[in-house]
């Protein structure tokens, strides 16, 4: 049984993992600055077990970082500014959280008696997914261009030609110019790695892809569609889908990331990338139809609205293949019933936390830009 520290523990990803390993006998301590855009009620969130030791403080305090790590075994590094629009405001408030972090993480943990080391990073940094020509060869894109969008041409090409969106390996070439929140994440597995390699502790990066489930913050980007469906439809309204909604995204249950973030603790892995995936693709269009079926709302059909984002992935899904192999973890995708968990999430935060989350849902709800 290990001691195990989750910085950023008290959020979402964080509070889950925890569970999971408390059910499996492990100790859990918790470093959390509780970020108010994150934490709206303020306090120790009342979903975190209350077996979990909460430390309140920056991980960019050194000493409290120190004393956090005492007689830690196991770290996951999950605190971090999430937010790839965010980022783009805010440069200084994503790189000093995630990057600065980082690297006061770093320094203490050289001192420290742990003996692994596992970063919570992003498929973010693939940009695009992986395509691959008529002929069958993997091809990468940068990014679709303004004028092929304007035009209503979403699919990507090559030389004109048509690319079939496929499954995206960890050995795709990062894109990093979509965000500095990309630009922040890499770095943290950079910096984790070769620090875990200089100072012989196994290092592991788990590029998490679309994940949700309760607990998850409504201003957290990573459940920007969903949230937006769910509270369309909570509305009895239509969910917008911005382009035609086909873009493909690979939704998996947090519990299911809580499984592997738990099996990479004792897998056979040095200092290595790994995606976290349910490995399936699915479609923008279709995750708002099984939304509004479980919600019981099937007349509320999405509305496709030819609306778009200069510089939005179109597609971006999971090669889980190294995941199986490395961490024996395979995602057993309950989508629908994890639908409907989040559509009461939303609903409960909706109702509970009126006065400060209305905004935010009217927000979500205007988020689609021309
Ligand atoms: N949610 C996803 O789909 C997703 C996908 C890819 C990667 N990730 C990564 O997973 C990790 C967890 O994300 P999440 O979705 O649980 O987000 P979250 O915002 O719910 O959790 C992050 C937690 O970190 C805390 N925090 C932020 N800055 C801190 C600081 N300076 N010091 C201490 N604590 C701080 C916040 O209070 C929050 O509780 C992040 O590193 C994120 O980049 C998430």
Redesign the pocket.
């Known amino acids: 049984m290990k001691k195990v520290l989750i910085?950023?523990?008290?959020?979402?990803?964080?509070s889950h993992l925890a569970d999971e390993l408390l059910a499996h006998g492990h100790t859990v301590r918790a470093?959390?600055?509780?970020?108010p855009r994150?934490?709206h009620e303020g306090g120790r969130p009342s979903y975190l077990d209350p077996q979990v030791e909460l430390i309140v403080?920056?991980?960019?305090d050194g000493a409290l970082v120190e004393t956090a790590l005492e007689g830690v075994d196991v770290v996951f590094?999950?605190?971090?500014?999430?937010g790839a629009g965010e980022s783009v405001f805010e440069v200084d408030r994503c790189m000093s959280?995630n990057n600065v972090?980082t690297a006061v993480l770093m320094d203490r943990l050289v001192r420290s008696s742990v003996e692994r080391l596992i970063l919570?990073?992003?498929?973010?940094v693939y940009g695009e997914g992986l395509y691959r020509d008529s002929s069958g060869t993997p091809t990468e894109i940068l990014r679709r261009r303004p004028e092929q969008l304007r035009r209503g041409e979403w699919e990507p090409t090559s030389n004109g030609e048509p690319l079939s969106p496929i499954a995206t390996p960890e050995s795709k070439t990062p894109s990093l110019e979509g965000s500095v929140y990309a630009a922040s994440?890499y770095d943290q597995e950079r910096m984790c790695l070769r620090f875990g390699r200089a100072f012989g502790i196994p290092t592991t990066a788990l590029?998490?892809?679309?994940?949700?489930g309760t607990?998850?913050?409504l201003s957290?980007p990573?459940?920007g569609d969903l949230a937006r469906f769910a509270s369309r439809l909570l509305a009895g309204r239509r969910p917008l889908l911005a382009e035609d909604g086909e873009q493909l995204r690979d939704f998996i249950d947090v519990r299911e990331v809580a499984t592997a973030c738990r099996l990479a603790m004792s897998a056979d892995t040095r200092h290595a990338v790994i995606n976290v995936g349910s490995g399936r693709a699915t479609s923008l269009s279709e995750v708002a139809r099984r939304m509004a079926g479980v919600a019981g709302s099937s007349n509320l059909a999405p509305e496709v609205t030819g609306k778009y984002q200069i510089g939005d992935v179109r597609h971006c899904f999971a090669d889980v293949g190294r995941a199986k192999q490395a961490l024996g973890h395979q995602a057993q995708g309950h989508l629908d019933a994890g639908l409907l968990e989040l559509l009461d999430w939303v609903a409960q935060q909706t109702h509970t936390t009126v006065k400060k989350t209305f905004p935010m849902l009217v927000q979500l709800e205007l988020g689609l830009a021309s």
């Open positions: 910085t950023g523990g008290a959020g979402f990803i964080g470093l959390d600055n509780l970020t994150v934490h403080g920056d991980v960019r590094h999950f605190a971090a500014a999430v959280a972090g919570g990073s992003s498929m973010c994440k590029r998490f892809f679309n994940v949700f607990r998850q913050s957290n990573y459940t």
